[in-house]
Structure formats: structure tokens, C-alpha cells
């Protein structure tokens, strides 16, 4: 059975491919792309895998969603549920300089840019909005703590942010739940 989507989104944790952590204030990423043997960078390997794949989608006739990740927490950040809890609050200490995301973002949105140069139907989406402030990033929306670790949703994280996309795009097809 052959299917057509109209739209495929590629979503992941983009900074991990690229370990653009200078000051080392998140845990180190699994692996980076490169095996040390190449002669091109991360940055050139990552934006040719990625671009691999945008052509892909649109050779099949679907425009391919770029996700720009969430924002990113170097400790515990299930630890905020319990001094959530014991405070009744949410709590300041959860929060993180959005800055600090903002710097170890912007390799991987660097490429999505030069995608998006050089394939105008490649369409984007940042959450970041949703879940940051101009100054400060949390992992709760409307009191509600939406990771489910350091660097993922969990389902009612998920489930807020389709919702609030779904407010500010209106006529968007997504599913209800």
C-alpha cells in the first residue's frame, strides 16, 4: 500500500550530531558524525545527510518540516517535579539562560538555514518560543513540567506544544488526540 504525506517532519537532537559544546555545559552528545577519518568536518557531514534527506522528501512530492530542538537542560531536569511539588511553584532553579541554548544550537541552525537558501519549500518550526522566555528557558508550560528528560517531551510536553502550534497556525492538519 502506497501512502502520500503532504508534510514529513524530521525532528531530532540536531546539537548532538555537531558537539558544539566548547565550555562543555551539557554532557557530551553519544557520538559525533565523523569518524575522525574523514577529511570534511561535522558541520559539512551533517548539512550533506540532511540535505540527502530533504531531497528525498521532495523528489516523493512531500515538503519536508525541519524541528528546530528544544531547549536543552544540563542537570537532573526530573528533579524540578519534586521541588515543583514541594513548593508549589515552578521553580526558578529549573530554568536555564537562554543564551546558553542560543550558542549551542546555532551550528545545526546554521544548516538549516542554507537549506532552507537553497530549498525554498523546506518549511521550519521552532518551539523554543513556546517553552522560553526572552531571557530564560523551563520545562514547564502553564505550570505543567513537559520533559520527560534532559533533552525530550513527554507526552503531555508533546501534547501542549501540538496544541499551542495548533493555535498559532489554525488551518495546519494535525491530528487530535
Known amino acids: 500500500m502506497e501512502h502520500e504525506y503532504e508534510h514529513v517532519l524530521l525532528a531530532a537532537y540536531w546539537s ?5 559544546d566548547p565550555d562543555n555545559t551539557f554532557p557530551a552528545p553519544p557520538r559525533t558524525i565523523s569518524n575522525g577519518g574523514q577529511a570534511e568536518s561535522d558541520a559539512v557531514l551533517f548539512y550533506k545527510g ?20 528544544i531547549p536543552e537542560f544540563n542537570y537532573p531536569v526530573k528533579a524540578c517535579v519534586y ?3 514541594m513548593t508549589h511553584t515552578s521553580p526558578l532553579a529549573c530554568s536555564v539562560p537562554k543564551d546558553i541554548n542560543s550558542s549551542k544550537h546555532k551550528a545545526y541552525l546554521l544548516a538549516f538555514d542554507k537549506l532552507q537558501e537553497h530549498y525554498p519549500k523546506v518549511l521550519r518550526v521552532n518551539i523554543n518560543d513556546l517553552l522560553c522566555t526572552d531571557h530564560t528557558c523551563s520545562p514547564f508550560i502553564n505550570g505543567n513540567f513537559v520533559y520527560y528528560n ?3 517531551l513527554n507526552f503531555s510536553g508533546a501534547k501542549e506544544i501540538a496544541i499551542k502550534l495548533r493555535e498559532k497556525n489554525p488551518n495546519a492538519k494535525v491530528s487530535v488526540w
Not at 548532538?16 to 558544539?20: F, I, K, P, V
Not at 540532511?50 to 530542538?69: D, F, H, M, T, Y
Request: proline content about 3%; aromatic content about 4%.
Open 16 to 20: 548532538g550530531y555537531l558537539n558544539n
Open 50 to 69: 540532511l540535505e540527502k534527506s530533504v531531497i528525498r522528501i521532495l523528489e516523493s512530492g512531500a515538503i519536508p518540516v525541519l524541528v528546530e530542538q
Open 83 to 85: 521541588d515543583k511539588i
Open 150 to 152: 534532559s533533552s525530550h
